[in-house]
């Protein structure tokens, strides 16, 4: 759900079809009243059958002006990545997400995260796709005025693994048109491994490794940044978790200055909490 203003919110999510599976749906909100809710017109070449379709995120430039992102499921059983305009609480029919060069024509499991609009014409959304060798791959999907872009590869640091890769974007946010901050996660030989990415509206860059707080595990690494705000385009702060030595789960900021990360700090704990295999 998204509230771009105090009396106005555009919420998505899905419900169970009498016949066709999930379908995603769109419902406006204004002054605290639901409004009629809408049926997500999935693109295409969509299963009209076991249908999974659901709208993970929904984000407002303007009152009148939000962007949805989901998945839904093709005709050949894969998982397809969408984007859906929605205009005044309505949704546009959803539009199929290209993917990259390289993404499996078969067994697809696409799904976006997160989008993020700094303008009602200028969106970003980011998730994931499956490429050709079963591996799963980052992506950045441009949306201007309305239309997806194919989606962009992210290149991964130095030291990501070459096989049995999983990376994904799990959050992204543009304070300015054509100027965001994207994060998530992807596997090295420690394992898996926080990362930003900045976006500037032309080709997408390298992400960049998160270094880890004092004390972090050295191999069966599982950190990941999960959500991120940028308050300008020189500062941002994300947030996400890590694993410890003692094998438990911490949580962690990230400050952002002008796209580069700083060291992950940890997060302090309530007193009492749990010295050994916490999991915050």
Known sequence: IDCPTTSTCVAGGNYKAASSGTEPMVLPISR?????????????????????????????????????VGSYKDATAGTEAMIVPITGGTPATAQR??????????????????????????????GRNVDATAGTEAMIVPITGGSAGAAQRVNLPAGAATTSQYAELNAVSCP????????????????????????????????????????????SQHASLLSISC???????????????????????VPI??????????????????ATGQYA
């Open 231 to 253: 308050a300008s385009t020189a500062r941002c702060l994300a947030s996400g978790d890590y694993r410890d030595a003692t094998a438990g789960t911490e949580p962690i900021v």
């Open 97 to 126: 997400i290209a993917l990259p060069a390289g993404a499996s024509t078969s067994g697809q499991n696409a799904a976006p995260s997160a989008v993020s609009c700094a303008t009602a014409n200028s969106c970003v959304a980011v």
């Open 32 to 68: 605290g009243r639901q409004g009629t809710s809408h049926r997500v017109v999935l693109p295409v070449g969509a299963a009209t059958t076991g249908q999974a379709g659901y709208l993970e995120q929904v984000r407002c430039a303007a009152a009148t002006s939000c962007m949805g």
């Open 257 to 274: 200055s002008a796209g580069t990360p700083g060291t992950a700090k940890r997060v302090t704990l309530p007193s009492g909490h749990a």
């Open 176 to 219: 300015a048109a054509n100027r965001c901050e994207a994060t998530g996660s992807y596997f090295d030989s420690a394992g898996a491994e926080a990362a930003v990415v900045g976006i500037t509206g032309g080709p997408v860059g390298t992400a960049r490794r998160v270094t880890l707080p004092t004390g972090a595990a050295t191999s």
